[in-house]
C-alpha cells in the first residue's frame, strides 16, 4: 500500500537547537507533500509544501526538503521555541487532491 | 475573511442516535473534504464534495455515513445509528478549485457516543 510514514516517536529538544522530523513514503513517488502543524484540540494548519523537483523549500525558520531517491522528506525548525511544541503532520496528495496523511510527531521544545 | 467554520464543536450522541456534523468552507471555496481522527490515530480521508455533487466517498464508510454540500448552506455529515466506535474527531477542510493542493481545516467537531 502507498504509506506515508512518521516517527511515532515524541521528539525533544531545547529552546534554540534545530528540529528534524521525518517523513518517509513507500511504493509510490508523490508529486508533492505538505506538512501541516496541529496543536491539541485544532485543525491542522498548512504550513508548507514542497514538489518532487523541487530539493528544498524555506519560509522563515522552516525548511522541507525532498530526496526522491531516500524517498523522505525532511522537515527542519531553526531557533526552536516552546511555541513550536506541536504534532507536525506529513501529507502526500492523490486523485482529486484528498491527502493522505502520516500519523505526525510530537515535538516538544523545552525552555 | 473567515476561516472554515465548523459546529458543533463539541457533541455527545447515546448509541443509535444520528449525529449531524456541519462545516461552512472558507467564501470563495467550492471544494469540501471531510476527515475523521481516532485516538491516537492519524487524519483518513472520508469524502470530497463540491456544490450539490459528491466527487470521492471512497473513504466513507459503506453504511451509516452520509455526506452532502447542497447549493446553499453548510456541507454535512449525517451519522445514523451511532455506535461508541464512531467518536472522533471529524475535521473539514475547504480549498478554492479542483487541483488547489492547499486545504484549510477547521477547527472539528469532537464526537462523544456514550
Known amino acids: 500500500s502507498q504509506k506515508i510514514e512518521q516517527n511515532s516517536e515524541a521528539l525533544n529538544i531545547q529552546e534554540g537547537k534545530t528540529a528534524t522530523l521525518t517523513c518517509n513514503y513507500t511504493?509510490?513517488?508523490?508529486?508533492?507533500l505538505q506538512w501541516y502543524r496541529q496543536d491539541p484540540g485544532r485543525g491542522p494548519v498548512f504550513l508548507l509544501l514542497?514538489?518532487?523537483?523541487?530539493k528544498e523549500k524555506r519560509k522563515e525558520r522552516l525548511k522541507v526538503t525532498f530526496d526522491t531517491t531516500l524517498k523522505q522528506s525532511l522537515f527542519h525548525i531553526t531557533a526552536s521555541q516552546p511555541a513550536d511544541s506541536a504534532t507536525y503532520l506529513c501529507a502526500r496528495g492523490t486523485g482529486f487532491q484528498k491527502l493522505v496523511f502520516g500519523t505526525g510527531t510530537r515535538l516538544l521544545v523545552s525552555p | 475573511n473567515a476561516g472554515v467554520m465548523q459546529n458543533p464543536r463539541h457533541l455527545v450522541r447515546r448509541r443509535g442516535q444520528e449525529a449531524r456534523l456541519r462545516c461552512s468552507p472558507m467564501?470563495?471555496?467550492?471544494?469540501v473534504y471531510w476527515y475523521r481522527q481516532l485516538p491516537e490515530e492519524g487524519l483518513k480521508f472520508m469524502v470530497y464534495l463540491q456544490k450539490e455533487n459528491i466527487i470521492d466517498e471512497s473513504g466513507m464508510p459503506k453504511e451509516r455515513f452520509s455526506a452532502e454540500f447542497p447549493k446553499e448552506g453548510p456541507s454535512i455529515l449525517r451519522i445514523q445509528q451511532v455506535v461508541r466506535g464512531d467518536s472522533a474527531a471529524y475535521f473539514c477542510a475547504s480549498s478554492p478549485v479542483a487541483g488547489e493542493e492547499t486545504q484549510y481545516f477547521g477547527p472539528g467537531t469532537r464526537l462523544l457516543v456514550l
Open positions: 511504493n509510490y513517488s508523490p508529486a508533492y
Open positions: 467564501k470563495g471555496h467550492s471544494h
Open positions: 514542497i514538489r518532487e523537483n523541487e
